[in-house]
């Protein structure tokens, strides 16, 4: 049977039928599913029921995957390809990642190997909400005057790890240690992807600055670009169901996991990270100014 795609939003998104993935997957279907996902940017496939070695093995069919070295708290025991995306407490402390995702990002853009794509497995969620947000960063590119284009190519976007969310919520000695790990980074704020070849802006909520500009000049910029990228047609919003694979890319969209549920309920998710091409140089922190 041939994979069926169903779009779940105009901007992006598609859900993916007609293939078991946690069964035995053929190269063709492969072939056809990363074609899908070029074309949707985030795709989704329903009632998965795996293990974390059926999760890893699934996902390296499409690329290498990234060992969380830049984020070592928050994998999974025993399986350093699986990050944990949790509200339950781990070794009795609260977990680390509670509050992961809640601005606008791409994932390991303060690392100097941003992410490719990801591969989020829901496990537990709670009975409303806890919904993560998609945005087009093509089409967002794509939707630019020619002479915005024209300055956006010529910039190099800061990520700092100080403004990745939830970070005031982290255990301060395991913060000292992310931030000495990760320094702030700068890539190209326009990227081509390494695959098809399309062009995506590369900048979010988790940018302080352009480099060899002030943040005072690049704020206001930062903030029209992230506007005009996460307008709500250029978003897809995920509902989750447990079993949902959701997987996104990261070189062409941004994402935004909403705390928008009762935090008494658990909501339990499990990450594979598709590891990307190194990219970006190290920038001296940078004051106010
Ligand atoms: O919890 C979510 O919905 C997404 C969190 C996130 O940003 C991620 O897993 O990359
Ligand atoms: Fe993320």
Redesign the pocket.
Known sequence: MAIEEIPLAHALGAEIRGVDIAGTVSDADIDAIRKAWHQAHVIVFRDVAWTPDQHCAFSRRFRDLDDHAATPHDRLDGYPEL?E?TNKPKNNQPSQTRN??RNW?S?YSYTNRPAAS?M?YCTEKPPVGGD?MFCNMARAYDDLSDKMKDIVAGLQSVYDFNLVSGTAKRDPVKMAELLKLNPPIAHPCVRTHDESGVKALYVSERTSHFDGMTRAESVPLIQFLCAHATRPENVYRHQWRVGDLVCWDNRTTM?L?LGDFDSSYPRH?L?TTLRGEKSGYVVPPQGVG
């Open positions: 990050l995306v992961a995702g990002h994932d990801s989020l993560t994402h996991a998710m990450r």
